[in-house]
């Protein structure tokens, strides 16, 4: 997954403003203890995170 479409669909679950703000101020258990940027900082793929946040708030199964 490229990094675009990642954050259009982090924009299109939480909303444009609060996509960035969850992912700088949000620490998931299931990124290891990081946010969604640090987590792609340490060089995870944004496809991994992407299904960590699904699995972390919930995105129904047609958003994933």
């Not at 679950?13 to 969604?36: I, K, N, P």
Request: net charge negative; charged share 30%.
């Amino acid at each position: 997954m490229r990094l675009t479409i990642f954050w259009e669909r982090m924009a299109d679950h939480f909303g444009a403003a609060y996509a960035d703000s969850f992912a700088r101020d949000h620490v998931m258990s299931e990124l290891g203890g990081r946010t969604v940027h640090q987590a792609l900082d340490a060089g995870w793929e944004a496809k991994d995170v992407w299904r960590a946040v699904c699995a972390a708030v919930d995105v129904p199964a047609d958003r994933r």
